[in-house]
């Protein structure tokens, strides 16, 4: 079993920066891939950032590319999603999830609330 405790979320305006941190304890020891995941208000759970345990493959999703970036540090067995140039329709509660691979998650954290007022 991996708990996984999400934080770093927040009230703030658009343009500005959050950082979320995941920070994973329990069976740490095996290699999972980690995403980020966001549900907004009235819509489904979307991808935001997934990243491989070595961290040397990363993924995306359009909505927010060029903006968020995602990083781990496996010997704190923490992963870090940083958010630039928020927008309102990021506005979201974001998830922290690890699996074995960037398309298989098995464990998910409670979650964090992030605003971005306009």
């Known amino acids: 079993q991996v708990q996984l405790v999400e934080s770093g979320g927040g009230l703030v305006q658009a343009g500005g920066s959050l950082r979320l941190s995941c920070a994973a304890s329990?069976?740490?020891?095996?290699?999972?891939?980690m995403g980020w995941f966001r549900r907004a208000p009235g819509k489904e759970r979307e991808s935001v950032a997934a990243i491989t345990w070595s961290g040397l493959v990363t993924r995306y999703s359009d909505s927010v590319k060029g903006r968020f970036t995602i990083s781990r540090d496996n010997a704190k067995n923490t992963v870090y999603l940083q958010m630039n140039s928020l927008k309102p329709e990021d506005t979201a509660v974001y998830y922290c999830?690890?699996?074995?691979?960037?398309?298989?998650?098995?464990?998910w954290g409670q979650g964090t609330q992030v605003t971005v007022s306009s």
């Open positions: 329990g069976r740490t020891s095996s290699s999972y891939a």
């Open positions: 999830a690890a699996g074995p691979t960037l398309y298989n998650w098995q464990y």
